[in-house]
Structures are given as C-alpha cells and as structure tokens.
C-alpha cells in the first residue's frame, strides 16, 4: 500500500534547500542527551552513604563496613540487572508501538514514562520500590533510540545517515558530562531525594518541544520540495504496510545487528553503572564524587568527538565511491581496535593513563555504535527500522543484564580487571560473528 499524496510545502519554502533535517536532529540530539542524565543520575547517588542505608534498611547514621558495601555491590547489581532486562523488554513493545503509531506518538509516549519513572524515583524508600520504578524507567527510555534511527532513516539520504546518527548519538556523552558535574552538587546541597526529582524535569520540556515541532517531512510545512527531493534521492520504496519484528526476525540481518548489540552494549552499560564507583574506590586515583567531575568531562569530550568523527569516516569512505558494506565494516573495525588496551586502565596506578584509555575506548564505542544502527537502515526498508531496532537492542540489554547480574560478584572476588578485559575482546569478538552473518549487508527483499 502507497502512502498519501503529501501536503505540499509552504510556498516560500518550494525552491529552496531548506535544511530543516538537520533542525529534526538537534532535537534528537536533545531527546538523547535527556534520555542518558535520567538513566545515569543513580550510578552517582549509590556513592552517597544515606542512600545506601535506605536501601539496606539500616538505621540512619549506621556506620559502613566492609561487609555493607558488598552487600551494596550485589544489591545495586542486581536492580541494575532488572533495569536492563526491563530496557530489553522496552526495545522490544516500543519498537513495535513506533512502527504501529509513528514516530511521533510512539516517541511521546516514550517520553512520558520514562520522564514520570524519573521523577519516582525520589519517593522509593526501599530497594523493592526502586526495583520497581527502575523497570519503568527501562521500558520508557527504551523508546529512545528505535524513535531516533527510524526518524534519521525518514529524515535522511543513506549518504548522510552514519554522520547524523553519530551527531544525535553524541548527545548520550553530553547527559553522562552533565550528570557528572551536576549530580554531585546537588547530592551535597539537597539530598539523594532531591537529585532525582530535579534532574528528571527537563523530560517534561522534551516532550512539549517533540510535540510541537516533530512531524515526518513529507508532512512538515517547513521542508522545501528541494530538500524533500534530497531526503528521498536513494529512491527507496515508501509503503504503509507494517512490517514488525515477528516478520523482520527469521533475517540473518536482523541477527546480526542483535549479535552485535548483545556482545557490545553490555560495555558501555559497564561505563554507564561502575566507573564512578570505579574512580571512587581507587586509592591510586584519589577521586570521589566531588573531584570526579574533570575526569568524566575528558572521558565523555572525548567520546563526543568519537561519536561524530567515525560517524563522518563511514559517510566519507561511501562519498569517495566505497560500498556502505566496506565503509561502515572498516570504520567498525578501527573502532574495534581502539578498545582494545582499555584492560590496563584496571592496573594502572596513574589516573592520567585510565583516563586516557578509558576515553579512548568510549570513543570508540559511540563510533561503533552510530554504525551499528546504521547498517540496519542499509539493509531494511523504513518502516521496519524501529522494530528491527527494538529487537536488537532487547539482545543489547539482555547483554547487559548478565553482564551486571554478575558484576558485584565478579568485582568482589577478581577486581575491576576481568570487566575491563571483557570489554576488551568484546568489539573485534562483535565484528567477526556480523561478518560471518552479513557478509554483504545485503537488503532483505522487499514484498
């Protein structure tokens, strides 16, 4: 089934490039760098002493031991765990309610939940209740990034997708940097309770700035036919008829981006949930949570400029005349191999070098990650962008649950040494098995 006719543009806008995609993506770049301050803000405030008392149901001003911060290690995994497993579920119910409802409506809804999780998060008193209100969380945020790739694949050329989805994937550094500086502040002034209830308001502002200005270009007043023409020069088939992930799955490619989610993502979960409690715990570093704001501020730069500059690698090698199968493979591999020394950042002793490292390998990560998402609007059409996005990205989290169901664990009896050298293997580990199932990132036949 064909879509509509378009409404035509305003006529002031007919003959010109008007470049509003690019607008579409500053404010995906917004809704990404929101997304990520509401979902690290606890990685901060399970470092303050009253917090972690009220979830060990201690009395107030219990004084902590040894024994009390494993327990804590364990416990914070384990909710860690269920958030992630409520983040696949997520991926999974939101990336089949955007394909159904539109990226509009779907991503609002998106919005909704998980600003209101955020906000809740400042009344639990129990480990039960942030169980509970971190599950939320999880299956809201995860709206974000099937939303985002499925409106970068209606908003932009296959030419410019890499660089656009590394752009707006850059605003997840911006929201780490902000936590980073903010949250330590505000748990000094105000209390862990409300750390939560401040830094979850902007949420409410994202959803009143997507509702107002989002619709899809063929919709949107504001798009000249030039750039219209400029969106759709790949001449790819625009249908109405859904196509779901139950219809997407028995693809190898969808296989292969959920390989990849499910084998990587549980890195920068690990960045995401530990390194705090990693700079904090290190004696070498001499770091807590007022001191750690620099270092995350060079991690996450860093990782910012990652995210763009291989994001702009793949799109170059494709403008010079390479086959997006080579430009994003090749770019992923360099990414790869950028991860790889992040193990000595665990046995260093000079807070420069972990920082360095750890950077770097981020970096490589958003990198990695911008091309991940992009093959998959390489080899599926439009309006199955989001659910096959939903679908992988439940692998992604799936990876990341086990990862942080046995992180406390594996930090309690082996140090912080055997997460990083899983994360060093993980990328080029990745790479080989998507190869090995998309040798050509070759479309699925369109029916």
């Not at 998980?114 to 039960?128: D, T």
């Not at 090749?330 to 020394?341: D, I």
């Not at 992040?342 to 390998?361: C, E």
């Given at each position: 089934?064909?879509?509509?006719?378009?409404?035509?543009?305003?006529?002031?806008?007919?003959?010109?490039?008007?470049?509003?995609?690019?607008?579409?993506?500053?404010?995906?770049?917004?809704?990404?760098?929101?997304?990520?301050?509401?979902?690290?803000?606890?990685?901060?405030?399970?470092?303050?002493?009253?917090f972690?008392?009220?979830m060990?149901?201690?009395?107030?001003?219990?004084?902590?031991?040894?024994?009390?911060?494993?327990?804590?290690?364990?416990?914070?995994?384990?909710?860690?765990?269920?958030?992630?497993?409520?983040?696949?579920?997520?991926?999974?119910?939101?990336?089949?309610?955007?394909?159904?409802?539109?990226?509009?409506?779907?991503?609002?809804?998106?919005?909704?939940?998980?600003?209101?999780?955020?906000?809740?998060?400042?009344?639990?008193?129990?480990?039960?209740?942030?169980?509970?209100?971190?599950?939320?969380?999880?299956?809201?945020?995860?709206?974000?990034?099937?939303?985002?790739?499925?409106?970068?694949?209606?908003?932009f050329?296959?030419?410019?997708?890499?660089?656009?989805?590394?752009?707006?994937?850059?605003?997840?550094?911006?929201?780490?940097?902000?936590?980073?500086?903010?949250?330590?502040?505000?748990?000094?002034r105000?209390?862990?309770?409300?750390?939560?209830?401040?830094?979850?308001c902007?949420?409410?502002?994202?959803?009143i700035?997507?509702?107002?200005?989002?619709?899809r270009?063929?919709?949107?007043?504001?798009?000249?036919?030039?750039?219209?023409?400029?969106?759709?020069?790949?001449?790819?088939?625009?249908?109405?008829?859904?196509?779901?992930?139950?219809?997407?799955?028995?693809?190898?490619?969808?296989?292969?981006?959920?390989?990849?989610?499910?084998?990587?993502?549980?890195?920068?979960?690990?960045?995401?949930?530990?390194?705090?409690?990693?700079?904090?715990?290190?004696?070498?570093?001499?770091?807590?949570?007022?001191?750690?704001?620099?270092?995350?501020?060079?991690?996450?730069l860093?990782?910012?400029?990652?995210?763009?500059?291989?994001?702009?690698?793949?799109?170059?090698?494709?403008?010079?005349?390479?086959?997006?199968?080579?430009?994003?493979?090749?770019?992923?591999?360099?990414?790869?191999?950028?991860?790889?020394?992040?193990?000595?950042?665990?046995?260093?002793?000079?807070?420069?070098?972990?920082?360095?490292?750890?950077?770097?390998?981020?970096?490589?990560?958003?990198?990695?990650?911008?091309n991940?998402?992009?093959?998959?609007?390489?080899m599926?059409?439009?309006?199955?962008?989001?659910?096959?996005?939903?679908?992988?990205?439940?692998?992604?989290?799936?990876?990341?649950?086990?990862?942080?169901?046995?992180?406390?664990?594996?930090?309690?009896?082996?140090?912080?040494?055997?997460?990083?050298?899983?994360?060093?293997?993980?990328?080029l580990?990745?790479?080989?098995?998507?190869?090995?199932?998309?040798?050509?990132?070759?479309?699925?036949?369109?029916?």
């Amino acid at each position: 089934m064909q879509t509509k006719p378009a409404a035509p543009p305003a006529p002031s806008v007919l003959g010109t490039m008007t470049n509003y995609r690019w607008r579409i993506l500053s404010l995906l770049f917004f809704a990404t760098t929101i997304n990520y301050v509401d979902r690290s803000v606890l990685s901060y405030v399970v470092n303050n002493d009253d917090f972690k008392r009220q979830m060990l149901d201690l009395a107030p001003g219990t004084l902590l031991n040894a024994d009390h911060e494993k327990a804590f290690n364990v416990l914070y995994g384990n909710v860690q765990s269920l958030f992630k497993l409520a983040y696949g579920l997520g991926f999974v119910l939101m990336g089949w309610l955007i394909d159904r409802l539109g990226t509009r409506l779907g991503y609002a809804i998106s919005i909704t939940l998980w600003s209101l999780s955020a906000i809740a998060h400042g009344f639990v008193g129990s480990v039960r209740g942030l169980a509970v209100v971190r599950v939320g969380l999880g299956i809201g945020e995860a709206g974000n990034f099937p939303s985002a790739i499925k409106t970068v694949a209606e908003w932009f050329p296959v030419k410019e997708r890499s660089l656009a989805t590394g752009l707006f994937n850059s605003g997840a550094n911006l929201g780490i940097i902000l936590t980073a500086f903010s949250v330590p502040y505000l748990l000094e002034r105000y209390g862990w309770q409300t750390t939560f209830l401040v830094s979850s308001c902007l949420g409410v502002v994202l959803l009143i700035l997507w509702l107002l200005f989002y619709r899809r270009p063929e919709e949107h007043r504001s798009v000249s036919e030039v750039e219209l023409a400029h969106i759709h020069s790949d001449n790819e088939t625009v249908s109405t008829e859904k196509l779901g992930w139950g219809k997407v799955i028995p693809y190898r490619q969808a296989w292969a981006f959920a390989a990849g989610k499910f084998m990587t993502d549980c890195v920068w979960w690990f960045y995401l949930t530990w390194l705090p409690k990693f700079f904090n715990e290190n004696a070498s570093f001499k770091l807590d949570l007022k001191t750690i704001g620099p270092a995350f501020l060079v991690i996450y730069l860093v990782s910012d400029a990652g995210s763009i500059l291989f994001g702009y690698v793949s799109t170059s090698f494709i403008k010079r005349g390479w086959s997006p199968n080579a430009a994003r493979k090749t770019t992923m591999l360099l990414c790869a191999l950028c991860v790889v020394p992040i193990y000595f950042a665990s046995v260093t002793g000079s807070l420069v070098v972990a920082v360095a490292l750890i950077a770097i390998a981020a970096a490589a990560h958003q990198g990695w990650s911008a091309n991940l998402y992009t093959i998959v609007t390489d080899m599926f059409p439009k309006r199955a962008v989001a659910s096959v996005i939903g679908f992988g990205g439940m692998f992604g989290a799936l990876g990341g649950a086990l990862l942080d169901k046995n992180s406390g664990w594996l930090i309690n009896n082996f140090g912080y040494g055997s997460l990083f050298l899983i994360a060093s293997v993980a990328y080029l580990s990745a790479l080989a098995v998507i190869h090995l199932l998309v040798p050509k990132l070759a479309p699925i036949p369109e029916k």
